[in-house]
């Protein structure tokens, strides 16, 4: 079974072809950083129409690369949801006019649950398993049942994880995407250089909150008092300490056996070897898929395809892409 993949529902326009063997025969993406850059952050208006420009040609190498030609696809994917909506509708028209064509099932796919099953993809994880999804737009921890099948133990209150990342990159004045810029700032930077609250931390329950963070971490980058490489690390460290703390109590919660992140920030080396000493410390297993596959991309999508026409959860022409759409509600 080859399923081709679509995703457009933020600034990346991405086409895969995956197999229910598990691979991967193509996974072609183009970020649209370059466009959005000048203005800080993602313009929707902007996004749509670089998806217009691009898909069509994306579709086609990636059924070039993946030497599959189209009428051998067995199922079009496409994220559905949620995400910018113009982008999202650009995806999914795309989609359905291949399907109706082709003659062949149409599967809308919510994007969160592509970050969600991308682990069994790479790793062939076993459900149920705990995730950490922790990108620039969610921060979340669910208990994967199965497919179609998420309970929400958790989430943030305000801010993404990544979004936080992004915004103090912002405050130091460096470009978008922040998160890698952060990241390497904290290689040379003292982690223990101040003070940062503990949003939440000590709290049973699960969710996160980041806003007090940034308003605190934004008082010492205008005192200037401290370098930017220490105001990275002691930002990263804290983010770490509330992840961990809270995937500890999700695990004394739900006793799983399985820890698996997901999402652009799982990127993050520092933020992968603090998850990684809290599995060794409580034996269970942590899945951290590739990098290139945390990000947003075509892959996840038609991966989370496979899975669905496995099942026979095939979807109708009729679908109508949703900008919101909660894991929690399929
Ligand atoms: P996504 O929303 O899944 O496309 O991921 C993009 C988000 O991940 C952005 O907010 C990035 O700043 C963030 N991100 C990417 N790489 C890293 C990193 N190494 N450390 C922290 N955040 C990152
Ligand atoms: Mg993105």
Known sequence: MKVLGIETSCDETSAAVVTDDREILSNVVRSQIAEHEIYGGVVPEIASRAHIKFLDGIIRKALEVARVAIAEIDGVAVTAGP????????????????????GKPFLAVN???????????????????????VSGGHCQILNVKGVGQYELLGETLDDAVGESFDKLAKMLKFPMPGGPKIEALAKSGNANAFELPRPLLGKKNLDFSFSGLKTAVKKVVDSREFPAEDIAATFQQRIGEILVEKMQSALNATSAKRMVVAGGVAANLHLRGALQKLADKSKVELICPPVALCTDNAAMIAWAGVEKLRLGLVDGLDFKPRARWPLVNL
């Open 111 to 133: 994007h969160l649950e592509g970050h969600a099953l991308t682990a069994r993809l790479t790793d062939d994880v076993e459900f149920p398993y705990l995730l950490l999804l």
């Open 83 to 102: 995400g910018l909506i113009g982008g999202v509708i650009v995806g999914v028209m795309e989609a359905k006019a291949l399907a109706s064509v082709l």
